[in-house]
């Protein structure tokens, strides 16, 4: 089975931090995506990587950065968090042929106050 | 961006009846999925879906793939009360790389 493992679960951080979730997955996956989800709103997409060292920009990527080192980690960076980046935040991963359904973590949900 | 749209938003049904939701858009998507998620959890994949027409099952439900590309549907079968959670359609548009476009999805309420 693919597992994918989001560092917390629950993270409360202050107005101004910088803050890093970390993401891992044990399937040598290519592909990893970091999404929000809000109520109301679904699932949005923040950043996307094919490939170590490589990023792109998604649906809302404003206030976020990303840092893909190694294969199988994928990092979310809030660069000075503000209250309302206060979310659940999912990772996946997928597999790089085309088609592959994308596997999610569990989630971490962030508060910032 | 592009968007899909879930049918009904939410949803309250008896334990052991049927359930059935759609998703819909105006674009043609070459691959539809299907996702489940768990109050406090990450969604979980249930169907996925390659081709059109295509009626995939997975113990009590069922998704076909819409014949006209642009819409899919999910069926639940004698409802229990762990069926209660989020359902996720997502889907993967021709040209638009490896990502999915995901629904709103369909919250679903169980009653005993």
């Known amino acids: 089975d693919v597992k994918v493992t989001q560092s917390s679960r629950y993270l409360v951080k202050r107005t101004g931090e910088k803050v890093f979730l970390e993401c891992v997955q044990d399937?040598?996956?290519?592909?990893m995506f970091w999404y929000r989800q809000d109520p109301g709103l679904g699932l949005r997409l923040i950043y996307f990587s094919y490939d170590v060292k490589m990023k792109e920009k998604g649906d809302i990527p404003e206030g976020y950065s990303v840092s893909r080192e190694k294969k199988e980690r994928f990092s979310l960076i809030l660069e000075s968090a503000s209250t309302n980046q206060t979310s659940m935040y999912l990772c996946?991963?997928?597999?790089?042929?085309?088609?592959?359904?994308?596997?999610f973590g569990d989630g971490t949900r962030l508060s910032i106050l | 961006g592009q968007q899909l749209n879930q049918s009904p938003q939410s949803m309250f049904i008896q334990e052991g009846e049927d359930v059935s939701m759609n998703c819909t858009s105006s674009?043609?998507?070459?691959?539809w999925l299907w996702y489940k998620q768990d109050p406090g959890e990450g969604p979980v994949l249930l169907i996925a879906l390659y081709k059109a027409g295509e009626l995939t099952s997975n113990g009590r439900l069922t998704a076909q793939f819409g014949i006209t590309r642009k819409d899919s549907f999910l069926n639940i079968s004698a409802s229990i009360p762990s069926d209660v959670g989020i359902y996720f359609c997502?889907?993967?548009?021709w040209g638009y790389g490896q990502n999915f476009v995901f629904g709103p999805g369909t919250r679903l309420s169980v009653l005993p």
């Open positions: 996946a991963s997928s597999n790089g042929q085309f088609n592959q359904p994308q596997h």
């Open positions: 674009s043609i998507f070459n691959t």
């Open positions: 399937m040598d996956h290519e592909n």
């Open positions: 997502a889907g993967q548009l």
